[in-house]
């Protein structure tokens, strides 16, 4: 059993943070893993790749956005309760390599993902450069700490309640046009990370994106989190999470995290139909 020590709610409550116990994870885990975790015994298994890692206090932090059933269970655990299965690190870490001027591209809770990948690239030696977006001001994450974690930071809003009024991709572009950029990371969306990809196409600069596929087992045998990467297929937990964004087939992605969405809002209604009648 995995004790949940801190809990935190951002962007309105539809983003939460905990910090969980579990030392034997906090010792191995590297940036760009993640962990299967669940909530109770009938519990849905739900992938999230780490935010962060304490391994003196044997701690890591997770961040996740309440989207459905089971995301809206974790959320109702509250500090001192307990997740029944914590599991992993799971995945290929990020291939950390000093290269010059790397940009990280961060959207929603992406942006968890990214910031242990962004302190890792700035701690051996690159400039980094950060640019984080949301829909808007109040749904931002993680603002200060991507901040400390990169040598310059720009913030997009697509309705320009804060920061750049457009997209990531606008001052990817910018940035693209005057800086010699040796590599960019982009995490968040599956929209955001495949035009983040068509941006830097244009310039031929190397990209790497986190693919949040449907996952089972987290250890290749289900094979539910296959991908397309090249035209070859490829398994987001054991080969992954992060691919060559140039080879990915974005459109396939998106229709498998798409193909449950009409169950997905049954199991919710139903959750929430028992939650109503206590």
């Known amino acids: 059993m995995f004790e949940i020590l801190k809990r935190q709610e951002m962007a309105g409550g539809t983003v939460v943070l905990n910090e969980i116990s579990a030392p034997a994870i ?21 992938p999230l790749t780490m935010a962060d890692t304490d391994p003196k206090k044997g701690t890591i932090t997770i961040i996740y956005q309440v989207v459905g059933k089971s995301t809206t269970l974790f959320k109702s655990l509250q500090v001192g309760e307990r997740f029944q ?22 959207g929603g809770t992406g942006v968890a993902v990214l910031h242990p990948i962004t ?36 913030v997009c809003t697509d309705d320009g309640s804060y920061g750049h009024h457009g997209f990531v991709t606008d001052v990817l572009k910018e940035i693209l046009e ?7 990371v982009g995490i968040g969306p599956v929209p955001m990370m495949k035009f983040v990809c ?24 289900c094979g ?15 080969d992954g999470p992060e691919f060559d ?4 087939d974005f459109d396939e992605l998106s229709q498998r995290l798409n193909a449950y969405k009409e169950d997905e809002a049954v199991a919710m209604q139903q959750y929430a139909c028992k939650c109503q009648a206590g």
């Open 26 to 46: 906090a010792r191995k885990a590297k940036p760009g893993q993640f962990v299967i975790l669940k909530a109770n015994e009938t519990g849905e298994r739900i």
């Open 85 to 106: 299965d914590v599991i992993g690190p799971l995945g290929q870490a990020t291939h950390l390599e000093k290269l010059g001027t790397v940009v990280c591209v961060g």
């Open 119 to 154: 302190r890792g690239l700035k701690e051996i030696g690159n400039r980094v450069i950060a640019i984080i977006g949301a829909r808007t001001k109040d749904l931002l994450i993680l603002e200060d700490k991507m901040k400390a974690a990169s040598n310059e930071l720009h």
């Open 178 to 184: 005057k800086e010699d950029v040796k590599m960019v």
């Open 198 to 221: 068509k941006v830097t196409e244009q310039y031929k600069v190397k990209t790497l994106v986190s693919l949040n596929a449907i996952m089972v087992d987290g250890t290749g045998m």
């Open 224 to 238: 539910c989190c296959r991908v397309t990467i090249g035209g070859e297929t490829r398994f987001a937990c054991v």
């Open 245 to 248: 964004g140039h080879k990915v």
